[in-house]
């Protein structure tokens, strides 16, 4: 082994470990941060956080109609896709930075 090797590899690993600690800090991050969904021009909104918890749900009494359930439900279900469509955009961006110029596979 060459001399100083060693040493590189010492601060790779001090590298990887402060980057470690930022990507849990970014999580940690991810956690308070909310999005919201909305569908049916906002009868329907769901409320998120980073990690892809739904925290409300709130729906206009206009659009509760008990002769059609069904839409109701289909505006809910696309509220909420769309609130943890917005979290993996929110992740991405937010983990991103960490795997750019990177080339690990499935690390995310």
Excluded: Y
Aim: net charge negative.
């Amino acid at each position: 082994m060459m001399r100083g090797g060693m040493g590189n590899m010492q601060k790779m690993m001090k590298q990887m470990q402060k980057m470690q600690k930022e990507m849990q800090k970014a999580q940690e991050e991810l956690a308070e941060k909310k999005v919201e969904g909305t569908a049916g021009g906002g009868m329907v909104t769901v409320v998120a956080n980073g990690h892809k918890e739904i925290l409300e749900v709130k729906i206009n009494e206009d659009v509760v109609d008990p002769e059609d359930i069904e839409m109701l439900q289909d505006l809910v279900l696309a509220a909420t896709n769309d609130a943890l469509r917005k979290v993996d955009e929110l992740t991405s961006e937010t983990m991103g930075r960490f795997t750019k110029g990177m080339n690990l596979p499935g690390l995310f």
